[in-house]
């Protein structure tokens, strides 16, 4: 992890309008006060404590809303890290609550008072510590955005969708039933859908399914077999191959482990 430059409790008046278009560099924000974010031509008016990635893909316009601008926030790029910045499933562009702010918080002061030390192993905690601020991150799931206020007039049927895929995993989502439960053709459904939420529908169902499985396999006793059913799939083996592919190792080491 390349750190470019980092700020702790940054303050900034509400006349202050920041442009952003910064091609491989990623900057975390953490907002402790009220902001507006203009991304690719979609105004999200986001609350306090809220989270957010960028990644460098489109021009970002972002400022204070009626108060102070007060955030942590890091650039860096991972031009060497692309395989450690893909396993983490990140939301790039998009708010997300903070799972716990304080925590979030500290990290980045860590990483701030690292970085400007002059202590000998200064790169490798800078390393080590980024990944551990990306890791507690990437808990803020893509379940977890942030509520927000924006001009796209699509964007309140697509939460309702989003909302109800996550409470009812065990149904038959599929394009063709997502489009027409928003009213919507197919081709326009997925376009608008990764748009909003930085995912495809295909993937957020998935999320939905391993996240609720994730649950009951921690929570309870049920069988591999019953969390398979309960989360939709047809069948063990397939549940037991997705669940793999996304966590890493099988329901039941999982089990074991949580």
């Not at 203009?38 to 105004?43: E, F, K, S, W, Y």
């Not at 960028?54 to 395989?83: H, I, K, M, N, T």
Request: net charge negative; charged share 25%; proline share 3%.
């Amino acid at each position: 992890m390349n750190i470019r430059c980092i700020g702790c409790n940054s303050i900034y008046d509400s006349s202050s309008v920041f442009r952003r278009a910064a091609a491989k560099e990623y900057m975390l924000m953490l907002m402790h006060s009220r902001c507006r974010f203009d991304i690719n031509g979609l105004t999200m008016r986001t609350p306090a404590d809220t989270l957010i990635v960028l990644d460098g893909r489109y021009p970002v316009v972002y400022s204070a809303e009626e108060s102070p601008l007060v955030c942590d926030w890091v650039c860096f790029d991972a031009e060497d890290e692309q395989e450690f910045m893909d396993s983490l499933d990140l939301m790039y562009n998009r708010p997300l609550n903070a799972v716990d702010t304080e925590f979030v918080s500290q990290l980045i002061r860590n990483v701030a008072n690292e970085f400007y030390s002059l202590e000998s192993r200064r790169l490798k905690m800078l390393d080590s510590l980024m990944r551990i601020l990306l890791v507690k991150v990437g808990e803020t799931t893509v379940h977890r955005e942030a509520p927000v206020q924006t001009a796209e007039p699509h964007y309140g049927l697509l939460v309702e969708l989003r909302e109800k895929i996550y409470r009812n995993p065990q149904m038959k989502w599929n394009v063709d039933a997502m489009a027409a439960y928003v009213n919507m053709s197919r081709s326009y459904f997925q376009h608008l859908y990764r748009e909003t939420f930085g995912v495809s529908c295909i993937a957020d169902v998935i999320s939905g399914k391993i996240e609720k499985a994730k649950e009951i396999l921690s929570e309870t006793g049920c069988t591999v077999s019953q969390v398979a059913a309960m989360c939709g799939y047809d069948n063990e083996e397939h549940f037991m191959r997705q669940f793999k592919k996304v966590v890493g190792i099988t329901p039941t080491k999982y089990r074991k482990q949580a």
